[in-house]
């Protein structure tokens, strides 16, 4: 399979800015979910010690990857310790 790519980009040299972007383009994404996936307090991976993760998130911890005018360090908790 690699060697047919490689003779096609080979043959067709423009083929070369399609092949990095794609792949660019996929390693991005597939680096996005797994930090939706890790990172995200919506996910819970281990149901027995941590059933409910959103819980232990603290007023100031950012999990967002980008936020537009909000700065976390100021935020005050409003609801009770669960």
Do not use: C
Not at 66 to 73: E, G, H, I, P
Request: proline share 9%; glycine share 6%; aromatic share 10%.
């Amino acid at each position: 399979m690699l060697g047919v790519i490689a003779k096609q980009l080979k043959s067709h040299p423009a083929l070369i800015p399609l092949f990095v972007f794609i792949g660019g383009g996929a390693a991005m994404s597939i680096a996005y979910l797994s930090r939706l996936a890790l990172r995200n307090p919506d996910v819970s991976w281990d149901r027995k010690n941590n059933p409910e993760p959103w819980n232990n998130m603290k007023p100031d911890q950012q999990y967002k990857l980008f936020t537009v005018n909000m700065d976390y360090s100021k935020l005050k908790k409003e609801g009770p310790d669960f």
